[in-house]
């Protein structure tokens, strides 16, 4: 059974930031990549980065390189991402799952944490 909780989310300013967390309870999770996604309102799903299981390997999409870092904490079952330099277009739900590349497996999605950046 897996059961993702995230938090973090708010209101905040462009060109501010936010550091989100995500909650696992995943058997076995430090064998897990995990990564984060967004759907911004009325749009699709998006990928936007993921790390491996011991963390020594990070990817992100192109339109958050440089900005945010994925980061995990496997003592606490915990996954972060810390985005800065947020633009308003950033606005969405952000979601974590465990991945497989950059496919979601296992679980579902859960309710996600709001970011909205206003401009």
């Known amino acids: 059974q897996v059961r993702l909780v995230e938090s973090g989310g708010g209101l905040v300013q462009a060109g501010g930031s936010l550091r989100l967390s995500c909650a696992a309870s995943?058997?076995?999770?430090?064998?897990?990549?995990m990564g984060w996604f967004r759907q911004p309102p009325g749009k699709e799903r998006e990928f936007v980065a993921v790390?491996?299981?011991?963390?020594?390997?990070?990817n992100y999409a192109d339109s958050v390189k440089g900005r945010f870092t994925i980061s995990r904490d496997n003592g606490k079952n915990m996954v972060y991402l810390q985005m800065n330099s947020l633009k308003p277009e950033e606005t969405a739900v952000y979601y974590c799952?465990?991945?497989?590349?950059?496919?979601?497996?296992?679980?579902?999605w859960g309710q996600g944490t709001q970011v909205t950046v206003s401009s």
């Open positions: 799952r465990v991945v497989v590349g950059i496919q979601p497996v296992i679980g579902s």
């Open positions: 995943v058997l076995a999770f430090s064998s897990h990549a």
């Open positions: 790390i491996s299981s011991n963390g020594g390997s990070r």
